[in-house]
Each structure stands twice: as structure tokens, then as C-alpha cells.
């Protein structure tokens, strides 16, 4: 269980930003931030596309309040929320389909099938986690944790009724959006959202800051899909977590993800690898997150980085 205590360590140690209402990113987009505060788990980035039939709401959070704000954000537009698109099965960005369900009964939910390998595997050992830790939970850590295994236990109300088995141009509410699959990147299926019309792209947890989050991730594989999401004419990227970037602070992320890669390949030190990406990062990392960003390197290189054989065979699909 020690990569799920050690997540839990990364909640702990979460940054603070603030809670924000909907910002525009482009013409018709709007951002609903994540949030991450202190010992607290964080909630993905939600994008919402407006299309002449409604809303599309890219990643719906985890924690209510988040999802309420997308709730609001459509009764406030008068515009019914007709499809949501899970950019990957991680509870920050699917853990709020089950309330947007509910109020919009209708709606179409696009995402690859991982979800179905990772309810019998991490999500089956997670829960475990938290079945355990709720035992000995204090009063005011019990609500959290219990918050977190009803969204597991809503099951089937997680899961889409439109699997993203390839990448497609689709038209969805009437809008027409390139939905991209990428598979064993960040989970087995990373589905990133293209808009022609504003050239503007939805990474998802493709690109994470203040480091990529790569619990679940073949590292390597990662590496191809941001060659992917390079080729991509955008505009505008909008990352699962963290502020959007323009093109030349993509590429400073890719280069210091793919500088990541080799040191760790290499025989240098952890410590010169995590300097590294803190410096090849750069501006990309704010001064109040670096240590956050080393203490999640830290784990991240012995974990997934430097894995054990096995592991990392079992991420990459091998
Ligand atoms: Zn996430």
C-alpha cells in the first residue's frame, strides 16, 4: 500500500490556490480551475465548451463543490449539460459524472474503456486503503475518506455510455471537437480534445503541474503522446492542472519532461534530476511550489521513474 499512502502524502502536501469561478480561455470556452488546498485531495481542471445544442463539460472533478460550480455555471448560461468528456478515469476528473448524471439524466459521457481495468485493479486496492483507513480515521479526517469511496461505490454512474476507441473528429451538441486517445500514458486510456474553431487543446493530465503526476503512468509512453499534442496546431493548451500555456511554455514542458527521462535513465542522482526538472521547468513552477514540485519528484523517481521491472511493464500494457 505504499503508493497509496504515499498519494495520500501528496494530498497532504498540496499547494494553495484559490477557489476561482469560470474564466474564458477562448471563444466559447470557459475554465472552471482545480483546486488544490491543504490536506485535502484536488480536483482537475474543468473546461466547458459551449455548442449550439448545450454544454460539453471536459472532466467533471471529484469533491461536490467543484461539481456544483459546473451545475451553476450551466443553469447561470441556460444551457443544458448534453455531453461530458473524461480526459482519464482518475477520481479528480471523473468524480463528479455521477451529479451531472443526475441533474442531466440525458447525457452522453465519452471516455476510453480504462475505467473498466482500473475499477478491478487500482481502484479495487484504494478502496481497500480506505475501507482500512476509515476504520481508524479521526472524527474529522472520517467525512473525507468517505466521501472518497462513495464515489467509488457509484460504480456504473462513473462510467461513460460512449467509449473513445480511437481518435475521431466527432460532432458533439452540434460543435465539432478531435478527440484524441492516447493509450498507457498517464492511465491505460488518455483521451485530449482538440477544438478547431479556437485551436485550442485539452490536454488533460498529459500535461500536470507542478510535476507530471505520474502514479499510474508509462513514462515513456507519456513522452510520445506529448509528441502528439506538439503536432497539434492549438493555439491554447489547457492542462489538467494548472494554468493554461501557450505554445512555447508547452514545449519548455516537454523538453523538461523528456530532460526528466534521461537523467533518470542515467546513473546521475535523484537530487540532480529533480534540480534539473525544477530548472528546466523554470518560470512554468512557481517559487511558493517548488518544494511541493520535490517532494513529489522524490517519490515519483523511485516509483515510477526508476520502477521495479514489473510495474512498469504492467503500466506500459506489456
Ligand atoms: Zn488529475
Known amino acids: 500500500m505504499q503508493r497509496l499512502s504515499a498519494i495520500g502524502l501528496v494530498f497532504a502536501l498540496s499547494f494553495n490556490v484559490t477557489a476561482s469561478a469560470a474564466t474564458p480561455v477562448a471563444p466559447g470556452i470557459d475554465l472552471i480551475a482545480g483546486e488544490f488546498i491543504p490536506n485535502h485531495q484536488p480536483d482537475g481542471n474543468s473546461i466547458l465548451f459551449r455548442a449550439p445544442d448545450g454544454l460539453i463539460v471536459m472532466d467533471t472533478g471529484r469533491h461536490a463543490a467543484h461539481t456544483q460550480q459546473i451545475l451553476d455555471y450551466a443553469q447561470q448560461a441556460k444551457l443544458p449539460i448534453r455531453a461530458v468528456i473524461n480526459s482519464h478515469w482518475h477520481l479528480d476528473h471523473i468524480g463528479g459524472n455521477p451529479r451531472i448524471r443526475a441533474a442531466y439524466p440525458q447525457v452522453r459521457i465519452y471516455a476510453s474503456n480504462a475505467l473498466a481495468g482500473a475499477t478491478k485493479g487500482f481502484l479495487a486496492d484504494y478502496r481497500k486503503y480506505l475501507v482500512d483507513a476509515i476504520a481508524k480515521a479521526s472524527d474529522e479526517q472520517r467525512d473525507s475518506l468517505r466521501d472518497e469511496l462513495a464515489i467509488i461505490d457509484a460504480g456504473p454512474a462513473l462510467a461513460p455510455n460512449e467509449i473513445v476507441s480511437q481518435t475521431r473528429s466527432l460532432r458533439i451538441a452540434g460543435r465539432r471537437l478531435e478527440l484524441h486517445l492516447e493509450k498507457y500514458s498517464v492511465t491505460a486510456g ?111 523517481v523511485d516509483t515510477s521513474l526508476r520502477p521495479e521491472p514489473a510495474k512498469a511493464a504492467k503500466l506500459c500494457g506489456a
Open 190 to 300: 488518455d483521451v485530449w480534445v482538440f477544438d478547431p474553431a479556437t485551436r485550442t487543446l485539452a490536454a488533460g493530465d498529459l500535461v500536470t503541474l507542478p510535476v507530471p503526476f505520474l502514479d499510474t503512468a508509462c513514462p515513456a509512453r507519456w513522452k510520445s503522446a506529448l509528441y502528439n499534442l506538439a503536432h497539434a496546431d492549438f493555439k491554447l493548451l489547457v492542462p489538467g492542472h494548472g494554468a493554461p500555456m501557450q505554445r512555447r511554455e508547452f514545449e519548455t514542458y516537454r523538453s523538461a519532461y523528456g530532460n526528466l527521462l534521461a537523467c533518470t535513465a542515467s546513473t546521475k542522482l535523484k537530487a540532480e534530476c529533480i534540480d534539473g526538472w525544477v530548472h528546466d521547468a523554470g518560470a512554468l513552477i512557481a517559487e511558493k511550489d517548488r518544494a511541493f514540485a520535490n517532494s513529489l519528484l522524490d517519490y515519483y
